[in-house]
């Protein structure tokens, strides 16, 4: 579906760089030699087809679903303030929203595939979750406004905090403190009353040079994040995939909405370009990221030992009988889940190694190409020396800039 903001400072003219303010024109812009910057802002939207509630939504965002951690108002979860006078609120938060137990989206790996086609500049993200990381978004091209679980410190010496000791605790429920001062961890999530990440500072002039902007799953209420918009060139066209218009989209005469899910608006995008079947490909990849199969075979194998315990405790021949069916069960359970998690780790493993592969042949090819029938050593042609990629550079100096917001 597509439409333009009704009301305020609507454009009426006809685009200037798009043939029509419609996804088909995207896609005809996008196979040009036109556009080959390509900015994204993603915010939860993108998110939520993965399990992860928005923070806003009523009734089943985040904040409308801490009525239980007995919050005086929901945003206290991430008040730096709040969280050193009581951190557990954010720890059992953290604990359902860690990393690895949700799986990205096909929007997720839209950005990806963004990538692969070498026209991704910057992700923004909104985002905390990492599923921009586990879709395979090099780190390089993310600048994670809002910070991510990626890392982690002690918020008041800033010495790092192992990521292991930290899932461990967040999982029993227990605040982490840093072990030269004592004083609180949490992964590096931008709290109301923290400053942007100066990557964020730093990477805001590239989009000065932005050939498209892609806007996903966002509300664009949230500033600075939601005045990146305005800082692409007039004429850029500038792309909404969201479920309602948000922001001034239909205030610049190249601008194109789409009005719906984002998986469905990236699965449509990709089929008018014909990267459908690598969107396809490059999701597939994702469902083996989740960590929730190595928990399982944690927890199968407490069955298992909670089972020979049975066994070994009971006293009469039924009890003894019962025991043993709970204990082949068990065994079974177990047989069959680190079955399942050697099939991935080998499926994993394999795809790291096709690179690999095909690079070897790759070069197998083409020094065997470098061969004449009379096995001379075909002379280098040149047609001049090509210029040297520009090193791409974050941006300006470090700005101090306003206090980020979740």
Excluded at 267 to 272: N, W
Excluded at 329 to 341: D, G, I, R, S
């Amino acid at each position: 579906m597509f439409s333009f903001l009704k009301g305020n400072q609507r454009y009426e003219g006809k685009p200037t760089v798009l043939e029509a303010c419609d996804l088909a024109s995207i896609v005809k812009y996008m196979k040009s030699d036109k556009c080959k910057r390509v900015f994204i802002m993603n915010g939860a939207g993108i998110s939520t087809s993965s399990g992860i509630p928005d923070f806003r939504s009523p009734d089943t965002g985040l904040y409308a679903n801490l009525a239980r951690l007995n919050l005086p108002y929901p945003e206290a979860v991430f008040e730096i303030n709040f969280f050193r006078r009581n951190p557990k609120p954010f720890y059992m938060l953290a604990k359902e929203l860690y990393p690895g137990n949700f799986r990205p989206t096909p929007a997720h790996s839209f950005i990806k595939v963004l990538d692969n086609h070498k026209k991704l500049v910057k992700c923004f993200t909104q985002n905390i979750d990492t599923l921009e990381r586990r879709a395979g978004v090099p780190d390089d091209k993310l600048v994670e406004a809002h910070g991510s679980y990626a890392s982690q410190r002690c918020i008041d010496c800033k010495r790092p905090y192992d990521a292991q000791k930290l899932k461990d605790k967040l999982y029993k429920e227990e605040v982490a403190r840093c072990e030269k001062c004592g004083g609180l961890v949490k992964p590096d999530i931008v709290f109301f009353g923290e400053s942007l990440p100066p990557l964020f500072h730093r990477s805001i002039p590239l989009l000065q040079s932005a050939d498209l902007l892609i806007v996903m799953g966002t509300s664009l209420v949230v500033h600075p994040f939601a005045s990146l918009v305005d800082l692409v060139p007039e004429d850029c066209p500038r792309l909404l995939i969201n479920l309602e218009h948000v922001g001034d989209f239909g205030s610049r005469p190249n601008d194109v909405v789409y009005l719906g899910k984002c998986d469905d608006g990236v699965r449509e995008l990709c089929r008018l370009l014909g990267w459908d079947k690598e969107l396809e490909r490059e999701w597939e990849k994702t469902k083996y990221t989740l960590e929730r199969l190595q928990e399982d075979v944690a927890k199968t194998e407490v069955k298992e030992k909670e089972a020979e315990e049975k066994v070994s405790q009971a006293r009469t021949d039924a009890e003894k009988e019962e025991a043993q069916k709970e204990l082949k069960a068990a065994e079974l359970e177990e047989k069959k889940t680190k079955e399942e998690e050697a099939r991935i780790r080998k499926l994993r493993s394999e795809e790291e190694e096709l690179p690999r592969e095909v690079d070897e042949l790759a070069k197998e090819i083409g020094e065997s190409l470098a061969v004449s029938d009379k096995g001379d050593v075909k002379p280098e042609v040149t047609t001049g020396s090509e210029p040297e990629a520009e090193e791409e550079k974050d941006g300006t100096e470090d700005l101090k800039g306003p206090e980020g917001k979740l």
